[in-house]
Nanobody, 121 residues
Framework: QVQLVESGGGLVQAGGSLRLSCEVS????????MGWFRQHPEKEREFVAL????????DYADSVKGRFTISRDNAKNTVYLQMNSLKPEDTAVYYC??????????????WGKGTLVTVSS
């Protein structure tokens, strides 16, 4: 089992920055990938970013490319999402997720409970 706990959400003005953290515990294998997803009110959850736990290979949704950066600190068992140039449309609950493979398209195996990010205009 893998447990994920997000933190770092909050209220920020448009154009500002936030960094989300996800503490990871449990059994993590080399093949694992860690991701961030978000869910706007009344919309489906959507992919934001993915990172390989070992190689550091990353993937991003087009809507956040150039503004968001996913990273991990293996020694601290923590995954980060640095969000810059935030827009009101980035407002959502952000979820950390883990998958046994580097692929988010078919679902993720483990999920955190989410942290709310609100961007005011």
């Amino acid at each position: 089992q893998v447990q994920l706990v997000e933190s770092g959400g909050g209220l920020v003005q448009a154009g500002g920055s936030l960094r989300l953290s996800c503490e990871v515990s449990g059994r993590i294998y080399d093949s694992f990938a860690m991701g961030w997803f978000r869910q706007h009110p009344e919309k489906e959850r959507e992919f934001v970013a993915l990172i390989s736990w070992t190689s550091g290979t990353t993937d991003y949704a087009d809507s956040v490319k150039g503004r968001f950066t996913i990273s991990r600190d293996n020694a601290k068992n923590t995954v980060y999402l640095q969000m810059n140039s935030l827009k009101p449309e980035d407002t959502a609950v952000y979820y950390c997720a883990a998958n046994r493979w580097y692929d988010w398209r078919y679902g993720m195996d483990y999920w955190g409970k989410g942290t709310l990010v609100t961007v005011s205009s």
